[in-house]
Nanobody, 122 residues
Framework: QVQLVESGGGLVQPGGSLRLSCAAS????????MGWFRQAPGKERELVAR????????YYADSMKDRFTSSRDNAKNTVYLQMNSPKPEDRAIYSC???????????????WGQGTQVTVSS
């Protein structure tokens, strides 16, 4: 079965950093555009980042563009989200998902993980 498992969340101070990981299994990882989403209580789920098949192209939401970096290691079937200088408003559950297509025209979401909690201290 296909499984996406996020890890690396936890408590981080403003100005600190975290690296989230999403390990995939049961699929040909390099065939999928990967994405990161986040959702805070009472808020809509929002796109954080997308990364192309080989990792050569990335997309970030405006509020994350200068602070977050996504990368992937297809040999390890893992996609990462580096979070630098997180803000209190970055507190959310972060989840990854996989789509076919291309980063410019991604298909529907086919697989997703359950997420990892990120909490930013004041």
């Amino acid at each position: 079965q296909v499984q996406l498992v996020e890890s690396g969340g936890g408590l981080v101070q403003p100005g600190g950093s975290l690296r989230l990981s999403c390990a995939a299994s049961g699929l040909t990882f390099s065939n999928y555009v990967m994405g990161w989403f986040r959702q805070a209580p009472g808020k809509e789920r929002e796109l954080v980042a997308r990364i192309s098949w080989r990792g050569g192209t990335t997309y970030y939401a405006d509020s994350m563009k200068d602070r977050f970096t996504s990368s992937r290691d297809n040999a390890k079937n893992t996609v990462y989200l580096q979070m630098n200088s997180p803000k209190p408003e970055d507190r959310a559950i972060y989840s990854c998902e996989a789509r076919r297509g291309s980063i410019g025209s991604p298909g529907r979401c086919e697989y997703w993980g359950q997420g990892t909690q990120v909490t930013v201290s004041s």
